[in-house]
């Protein structure tokens, strides 16, 4: 960076998109200034605990992952991998016993959350 703080770019936002598009501008030469109003950068690419009092990091919108185009990973030298999932998406709906989440007590017993609803 030059001594005088002038930015070839400044890019908005630390998520997944500006920080693909502050890489290459950076690859190509240029002097650039990423700002994020958080804490942390990835955007919605970040694991985050999901639901309070539950010891689990999800990806709070992993399906984007499948749109990241190879080029850009061969281009940025990301070392990532990508599973195809069968689902892209899952809603429990407790009403509709299809779509309601089961437990190892659910199998055994029949019941589940859309019993407990119906009273």
Known sequence: ???????????????HNGLAAAAHLARAGRD????????????????????????????????LVSLLPQQIIDELGLRVRLARRRYSSYTPDPHDGARA?????TRRTGHTAAADSST
Not at 1 to 15: E, L
Not at 101 to 105: M, Q
């Open 101 to 105: 989440i089961t437990s190892a007590r």
């Open 32 to 63: 650039v200034l990423l700002l994020e109003k958080l804490q942390h950068v990835g955007g919605a690419a970040v694991s985050a605990q999901a639901f309070d009092g539950v010891d689990a990091r999800l990806s709070r919108y992993s399906y």
């Open 1 to 15: 960076m030059s001594g005088n703080n002038a930015f070839d770019a400044i890019i908005v936002g630390g998520g």
